[in-house]
């Protein structure tokens, strides 16, 4: 007798990789507090929310205070304002989805951790390498076994299927994080039949659809057959500058059946069970993100954030340095100068360059040369930072 | 090859409780427009928020939206302004947390649910019955062993611990969901003991602790010896009512340790993993529940759902009902009239009173014959539905 305690949390690395990044930079900045150091690291926004969305939640804030407006409890799965917004929005990309297929959460972090929850632990899990820590973290977490999908230059490091692969749970990240590479509809629609082929789900994380540009997928569901075998996972932290105002959303689709088991039912009993909704004010916010003004607004920030990554592409364009990303992703993923390890270039970069970004080899494996830069800082800043990067590397 | 689910689902019972009353009530009024029902069921409040909680939330989104005042990721565990905050309305009640002991999350729910994932399957668990749902079907979901301690009359829904059972992980709620009864000091000493000596682990659920009035405890770690068995999960729903704005807290004390593991460690684990932070707009706001103005304005809020209690209990008093809660809870917890069940009664009260509980059934097989209210209503509407009780049934 006593309380056991989950096991699998020994398997997993000591230290989660940004705060391995923060701890360096830390230590750094203690022993050279004069040093100016600029952080293209983390991908969080600098852009101040739209003037649409503060009106929106100042509202609603308000409205919060008054008896005959205030909301108490909302539907776990979230308002059907905001799904009606959301369903118009893949209408745009052709995307045709029901509100009961659509699920508003506090942000795509949540739903990507707490999705695995309507899986067995006996589940055979394909995630790209590199790859978002949390894919392999959380399902490290659960004890399934996790395969790689080895990328590098030689795919622009995005995977592709291979009958030789056995993936029960597919992770898909299209911008990628942390590569920046997209599929193009070809290559979805190869992964997309494979999964239909062998019965696995998909689970599609499109948190950096909004730095699509021309005829390259936004949403999966852009992809014939993908219902039958995909989850989407998207967040308005990079859309609309939500990191710290907490909104995403996860689509299951009604017609996505796993061994006679409606995955659709399975959530919403998940999320009926184990959470109680979105903040209603935070919901607010987030529909005023579609609204015609609220929708020039936000492209203006993600002009912005486009502008910077133009500035990091430039200058690696001109260095003559491979990279992916930057196009249509607010990542920029290069390959580390003189041929040096991420995390040796990680302490150059931060000793002489002053500037932090992201080790490739905390990605996994395939990440060990590469390093991984984001467009959401200042313009200042990041044509700073460029500067010095060619500066002592060019 | 294919995804398996989860195959603990298909243990689940069909209907989350309270999506069955309301289908139930939904019907009825479909077929009866004309009823004036009264819900006095779902635990929702109907207060608005305080001023001083609106116009902190207005003036943190004013500040979301200003380059200088913006704020992106905040630590996944929340800002140190509310842990402080936290840590001084808990020292109120002599007890002394540090900060790095307090996890700010969405609400209870959710860490109710989310706190399983640091335990192994591999737990007996101790739930009261009758029981708030979420306690089973989180571990139904985990396929975990649970036992149940029943409650009745005879303990005053107050179950007791007995050296016979075997509980890792035991479920307290104090006051009491459904039941409203509160364990006085003794009792709950009564508990640490028993779980220092096994090792089990107590999760505390302590939503209600704001309804307390005298010298019951309000926090487990009132007690000596809880920080060493004990993790405390409370909200600010009841409290200040963020029912719709998503606000709450878990406590895991740094001395919580279960094979040499420090579930404090794990905890910070599983949400830097699986979770992003509540919203900097929620957290100012609960934070200016803690002003002096807001801690005046809410107190106004609970005296009124207090009077609401009251009313409630006055008249099943004049009834000659037996129940528990209603002094020192939100909840009041009573024995159908005419020995009737509590699917029966809700029946009965549903269509003769146009009035709508929660049957006690819902909550475990030791609630076969209760029923609760809550005095979350308006007072215009309580008094009006005891006067439809009393007619009918007194």
């Not at 600098?46 to 205070?65: C, D, F, H, I, N």
Request: aromatic share 12%.
């Amino acid at each position: 007798m006593g309380a056991k305690v989950n096991a699998n949390f020994e398997a997993l690395q000591a230290n989660y990789l940004f705060a391995e990044v923060n701890r360096r930079v830390k230590e750094y900045q203690k022993a050279h507090p004069e040093a100016d150091v600029i952080r293209m690291g983390i991908g969080d926004v600098t852009r101040p929310l739209a003037k649409s969305v503060v009106a929106a939640m100042v509202k609603a804030s308000e409205e919060q205070g008054q008896a005959e407006t205030f909301h108490g409890y909302g539907a776990e799965q979230g308002y059907e304002f905001l799904k009606d917004a959301l369903r118009k929005y893949y209408a745009g990309f052709g995307v045709s989805l029901e509100n009961d297929e659509i699920f508003i959460s506090d942000g795509a972090k949540s739903d990507c951790g707490n999705i695995l929850n309507i899986f067995s632990a006996d589940n055979t899990v394909l995630v790209p390498d590199p790859v978002y820590p949390v894919y392999v973290d959380t399902n490290v977490m659960d004890g399934r076994n996790i395969v790689y999908m080895p990328s590098g230059e030689e795919n622009g490091f995005l995977p592709m299927p291979d009958e030789k692969l056995e993936g029960d749970i597919i992770y898909l990240c299209s911008p990628n994080n942390p590569t920046g590479a997209v599929y193009n509809r070809e290559q979805l629609t190869e992964w997309v039949d494979f999964a239909n082929r062998h019965g696995s789900v998909i689970l599609f994380d499109a948190a950096y659809e909004c730095f699509v540009t021309g005829d390259l997928p936004h949403s999966i569901y852009e992809i014939p057959g993908a219902k039958t075998c995909a989850i989407e996972i998207c967040s308005f932290s990079k859309k609309a500058g939500f990191t710290g105002t907490r909104c995403g959303y996860t689509v299951v689709p009604m017609d996505l059946v796993r061994e006679e088991t409606s995955l659709n039912a399975m959530w919403l009993r998940r999320q009926c069970t184990k959470f109680n909704g979105t903040a209603y004010i935070v919901q607010r916010g987030a529909e005023a993100v579609f609204t015609p003004e609220g929708e020039k607004e936000t492209e203006e920030n993600l002009e912005y954030y486009r502008g910077n990554a133009k500035v990091i592409t430039d200058t690696l364009d001109r260095m003559g340095i491979f990279y992916t990303g930057g196009k249509n992703s607010p990542y920029i993923w290069f390959k580390c100068p003189k041929d040096m390890d991420s995390w040796e270039f990680f302490r150059e970069l931060l000793e002489k360059a002053h500037v932090v970004g992201t080790p490739g080899a905390g990605f996994g494996a395939c990440g060990q040369k590469f390093f991984r830069l984001t467009a959401f800082s200042t313009r200042e800043n990041t044509i700073e930072a460029m500067r010095r990067l060619e500066e002592m590397f060019g």
